[in-house]
């Protein structure tokens, strides 16, 4: 492609709603614009790097066996009803009614169509297990689209859906998407992490996410520093460290004014808040209240909570006039001793002794407190965010942090939506049985974003060169004064794209650095210039993108060179 037939419309300055490296840099080598909040338009530039991603993800999933198919992006609110998800999704489901009133919204996922789909299709377990897998435009209302297309309304994304007689054949196939999903992030040359999560508004059991690691990764996510084991905060297992000491102090009441925190307690005692017990009111299922206590250096994992099965969800913690109402007493000086409601204790917050917690009543602390002597051996959970540092639950070294950016996310969803809406096959037996499923979801858009936040430098955006635009930059020097440099850039070119190599001819009317600052902005992973002074040595100038150095290649082997490089 020459510049002069395409469309390059690079930025020099970085626009100022552009918050993250990804979103400044996309909009800086116009790949894409903004035509409202949340929602982008993919420029012919762009668009080959989106169309180049989707064919990988697109081979990965055909060679793990899946099947190809479209599904709508206008989906009735009947089938999500069935599901019972039409209410419990919340406001990112746009909703909206046809002429007739009829009740639909735009497919943020397709869980219930699939079902719909499978349980029409489907009739005998001979025709199992199936894989399905679509790549399509979706829509979430976000309440604040920000990132550019990293958190958008509108993406593109590969979903699929695989449909099973029993658990076994379920882990088969989720055992192939991992491996798919690694062989996508290994072609694309990024360094990542799949780690255990939570599976959120999506339902289901087992469940893994895949982070591109990045400092400006949205999620945080936990490691073994000595094993393979990774986590979302959100689902790491806290394991608890340590016994219970003995209880070697009084328990006594000590006036705390003006004490309304751990951090005011702490200071207030001169100790360090590992000492004392937060407890905080939440309430349960039925509307009841329900004390949560953990260790003071401890904060609560609400995702964990929302799990346990005992709260409402979402999360809806007591308000103060609640706490005074039902408890007599204030938030800051509430604790477990003689609390008259359920008490649910974290892991690490049940091995604690001789500590301080509130004495439910205003202004007042509890010290010395001793489970199984001031207060009865408590329910225990794991309800608590994990901690660099804290042993690995797989046994192995301890837990360290990096930030990623989630691209893809594989669950194992059982009977969730097929028994919801029943999808079944005959057995063997002639009996009609509920199909497990799993799903798998990866973003084209977001993994765009995330190799960029992972590959840039000062310069501009360093691609793969599995989805680069264009692989190679041909820039010549006085492309239309020298007849040698013309007729050398022309033959390059037309050998390079013989050989099936993307080249990007810069034949714009344009000084030297400005062409040298787009094609680097633009990312494209190698460049040869070609100019007459270079030419007079039989020479022209190699560089890939990242290298300090430029490598000066003879002219008679620039092609097997430039083979040997890119195509190796």
Not at 45 to 73: C, D, F, Q
Not at 291 to 313: I, Q, Y
Request: proline residues 4%.
């Amino acid at each position: 492609m020459k510049t002069s037939q395409f469309l390059i419309s690079t930025l020099r300055d970085t626009p100022n709603d552009a918050e993250i490296k990804s979103h400044q840099l996309m909009l800086r080598a116009g790949l894409i614009r903004r035509v409202t909040s949340g929602i982008y338009s993919w420029s012919p530039l762009g668009l080959r790097v989106l169309k180049k991603t989707e064919a990988i993800v697109r081979e990965e999933m055909n060679n793990a066996g899946a099947l190809e198919m479209l599904m709508p992006s206008a989906q009735p609110a009947e089938l999500w009803i069935e599901s019972g998800r039409w209410e419990q999704f919340g406001p990112e489901l746009l909703r909206f009614k046809d002429r007739h009133t009829r009740e639909y919204c735009l497919g943020p996922t397709h869980e219930e169509v699939i079902t719909d789909f499978a349980r029409q299709e489907l009739k005998s377990y001979r025709q199992l297990p199936i894989n399905f897998y679509q790549i399509q435009w979706k829509f979430r209302d976000e309440i604040r689209p920000r990132f550019g297309v990293m958190r958008s309304r509108e993406f593109l994304m590969k979903d699929a859906y695989s449909f099973h007689i029993d658990a076994e054949s379920l882990d088969e196939t989720y055992n192939k998407m991992y491996r798919a999903y690694s062989n996508i992030l290994d072609r694309l040359d990024l360094e990542y992490r799949a780690v255990f999560a939570d599976s959120g508004a999506i339902g289901g059991s087992k469940s893994q996410e895949f982070h591109v690691i990045t400092q400006a990764g949205e999620d945080a996510i936990v490691y073994s520093t000595e094993s393979d084991y990774a986590a979302n905060v959100e689902a790491a297992e806290a394991i608890a460290i340590g016994v219970r000491g003995e209880a070697t102090s009084p328990l006594k009441k000590v006036e705390t004014p003006n004490v309304h925190s751990i951090e005011d307690l702490a200071k207030f005692l001169n100790s360090p808040a590992e000492m004392h017990l937060k407890t905080l009111i939440l309430h349960g299922k039925e509307d009841e209240l329900i004390a949560v206590c953990l260790r003071g250096d401890h904060e609560l994992n609400e995702v964990k909570a929302e799990n346990s099965g005992l709260f409402k969800t979402p999360l809806q913690f007591a308000t103060d006039e609640e706490i005074a109402e039902q408890l007599n007493t204030t938030p800051g000086s509430i604790g477990p001793v003689n609390l008259p409601i359920r008490m649910v204790f974290d892991r690490q917050a049940a091995l604690m002794s001789n500590f301080s917690c509130g004495a439910n009543e205003t202004g007042f602390h509890y010290i010395g407190v001793n489970i199984g002597r001031d207060l009865p051996e408590p329910e225990v959970l794991d309800l608590r965010e994990i901690k660099v540092g804290d042993p690995s639950p797989c046994g192995k070294g301890t837990i360290a942090m990096a930030r990623g950016i989630e691209v893809g996310h594989i669950f194992q969803l059982g009977d969730r939506y097929s028994k919801a809406m029943n999808a079944t096959v005959l057995d063997q037996n002639g009996k009609a049985t509920v199909m497990q499923m799993g799903c798998y979801g990866i973003g084209v858009t977001r993994i765009v974003a995330a190799a960029i936040e992972q590959r840039n430098d000062d310069a501009g955006i360093i691609w793969p060169k599995a989805i680069a635009p264009f692989t190679l930059s041909l820039i010549p020097m006085n492309y239309g004064k020298s007849a040698l440099v013309k007729e050398t850039t022309d033959r390059l070119y037309d050998e390079l794209m013989a050989l099936g190599i993307d080249v990007l001819l810069e034949d714009r009317n344009i000084r030297p650095g400005e062409a040298f600052s787009d094609h680097e902005l633009i990312g494209i992973p190698f460049r040869i210039v070609v100019g007459d002074r270079t030419l007079k040595n039989g020479e022209v100038e190699f560089k890939a993108r990242g290298d300090e150095e430029a490598t000066m290649v003879p002219l008679d082997q620039v092609v097997e060179f430039v083979k040997a490089q890119i195509l190796a």
